[in-house]
């Protein structure tokens, strides 16, 4: 059983570490959500990418500058719409709309993912946690083996990615983990302490890791 885990992971794993992602945080003004959405659904409904998506989310717990944040995300290689629309000018005057339901965009950045475990629509609620590591190849090696622990008992997704520009306060990595909501992301943390050999084995391995910050999020809407 635990092969096949291993071999569902690394799948997933191929198949998301060719991506990258800009994301830019704001916030809102009170009551513009709805707007704001449909601001986005009349930039994004009805476009076809050439890999990736967007995703809308709004931040929850832990983030005190922001309440939402645009996430482009797609291959380098193979990035933006397959029309024929002008994304500069389009952006451009997106931005100056949303201008109008915001009080300012407060912080933007973008990074690698380097792996991404899972795929489960049903989890739209999301804890982010950025840091400094000493030996990132240390650390991913560290994470994969502690995802697949975890995988056997949750069908959460597991993210780990890098900041490559505009990383907060510094933090140069970030690992994501999903779940149904707030209770459900509790519930599982609960239980994830409870296989605490391979958490041993984990913080062992990691390397050295300076906390920067972590919170959560809850995707509204994506394209």
């Not at 994301?23 to 009349?42: C, Y």
């Not at 982010?128 to 000493?134: A, C, N, P, Q």
């Not at 909501?181 to 296989?195: E, F, N, V």
């Given at each position: 059983m635990k092969n096949l885990i291993y071999l569902v992971l690394f799948v997933s794993t191929i198949a998301h570490s060719q991506n990258a992602f800009?994301?830019?945080?704001?916030?809102?003004?009170?009551?513009?959500?709805?707007?704001?959405?449909?601001?986005?659904?009349?930039?994004?409904?009805n476009a076809e990418f050439k890999s990736g998506g967007i995703n809308i989310e709004s931040f929850d717990i832990g983030n005190m500058k922001s309440t939402h944040r645009i996430v482009i995300y797609g291959d380098p290689a193979n990035w933006g719409r397959k029309d024929s629309i002008s994304n500069k000018d389009k952006w451009m005057v997106?931005?100056?709309?949303?201008?109008?339901?915001?009080?300012?965009?407060?912080?933007?950045?973008?990074?690698?993912?380097?792996?991404?475990?899972?795929?489960?629509?049903?989890?739209?609620?999301?804890?982010?946690?950025?840091?400094?590591?000493?030996?990132?190849?240390?650390?991913?090696?560290?994470?994969?083996?502690?995802?697949?622990?975890?995988?056997?008992?949750?069908?959460?997704e597991f993210g780990f990615g890098t900041y490559e520009i505009g990383g907060f306060q510094g933090a140069t990595h970030w690992v994501a983990?999903?779940?149904?909501?707030?209770?459900?992301?509790?519930?599982?943390?609960?239980?994830?302490?409870?296989?605490?050999?391979?958490?041993?084995?984990?913080?062992?391995?990691?390397?050295?890791?300076?906390?920067?910050?972590?919170?959560t999020a809850e995707n509204v809407k994506h394209y």
């Open positions: 800009k994301e830019f945080q704001f916030e809102a003004k009170r009551g513009t959500e709805t707007a704001i959405l449909a601001l986005t659904d009349e930039m994004w409904g997106f931005k100056e709309r949303m201008n109008n339901h915001i009080e300012a965009w407060t912080h933007s950045s973008s990074g690698n993912i380097l792996s991404w475990a899972g795929d489960n629509e049903e989890h739209t609620y999301v804890q982010i946690y950025e840091f400094k590591t000493s030996d990132p190849t240390a650390f991913k090696v560290a994470h994969d083996e502690i995802v697949t622990e975890m995988s056997a008992y949750t069908d959460g983990v999903t779940a149904k909501s707030w209770s459900d992301l509790i519930l599982t943390q609960r239980a994830m302490k409870k296989i605490t050999k391979p958490w041993k084995t984990y913080y062992k391995n990691r390397g050295n890791v300076e906390f920067i910050r972590n919170y």
